[in-house]
């Protein structure tokens, strides 16, 4: 079956300081992958998808970046934390392809705040 | 720029009674997902629709596909405190592998 990891759980930062969030998937491959934001009991807001290794999309200009070293793994980055970067981040994970069947599963999620 | 509108945004209910969610776009989906979320945890997968028109049911959730796969509906049949929590409804842009989620409906089930 597959799995979804994050880490870390919980992150406090300061203002300008760097930002690496990690995302891995196990037990399958040539996933999409996808990293959203979430506000307080809100909905979610895409930051970036991809659909293969070093192969990124961004849906949103801001200071965040992310990358795809390996097939099964995604990062979201950034060089300079802003206070408006506080929030929840969610990686999921949907099978490689198109089909309208492809369903989306996310991670345990990372609460992040810049202080 | 798509948009899926949810409605309501807040419900507070009593155990027992029945309720509906709605999830509304003037965009076309290739399929639709509703998922429930908890505090801190990641949004969990409760079903997919695919069809246009297409009802599918989960025990006491119902959950319907307009028939442009325009919007979608989720009932619930006598409430229970478990069914607390934020649901969301997301449509999977058509050519595309974008999601794009709705704006939450947060439910609470009162004892």
């Known amino acids: 079956s597959q799995t979804i990891h994050q880490w870390p759980a919980t992150l406090v930062q300061p203002v300008g300081s760097p930002l690496s969030l990690e995302c891995t998937v196990e037990g399958t491959s040539n996933p999409n992958l996808y990293w959203y934001r979430q506000a307080a009991g809100r909905g979610l807001q895409l930051l970036f998808y991809s659909v293969g290794i070093g192969q990124i999309s961004s849906e949103v200009p801001q200071n965040l970046s992310a990358s795809r070293p390996q097939d099964r793994q995604f990062i979201l980055s950034s060089k300079k934390l802003l206070l408006s970067d506080s929030g929840f981040y969610l990686c999921?994970?949907?099978?490689?392809?198109?089909?309208?069947?492809?369903?989306?599963?996310f991670g345990p999620g990372t609460r992040l705040t810049v202080l | 720029t798509q948009l899926l509108e949810q409605s309501p945004q807040f419900l507070s209910i009593q155990e027992g009674e029945n309720l509906t969610v709605y999830c509304n776009s003037s965009?076309?989906?290739?399929?639709l997902q509703w998922y429930r979320q908890e505090p801190g945890e990641g949004p969990v997968l409760l079903v997919t629709?695919?069809?246009?028109?297409e009802v599918k049911k989960l025990k006491r959730l119902t959950f319907q596909f307009g028939d442009a796969r325009k919007d979608s509906s989720l009932h619930i049949t006598a409430a229970q405190p478990g069914d607390t929590g934020l649901y969301l409804c997301?449509?999977?842009?058509?050519?595309?592998?974008?999601?794009?989620f709705g704006t939450g409906t947060r439910l609470k089930v009162l004892a």
């Open positions: 965009s076309v989906f290739s399929s």
């Open positions: 999921a994970w949907s099978s490689g392809g198109r089909f309208a069947y492809n369903e989306q599963f």
């Open positions: 997301a449509g999977l842009t058509s050519g595309t592998y974008k999601y794009i």
């Open positions: 629709v695919v069809t246009g028109g």
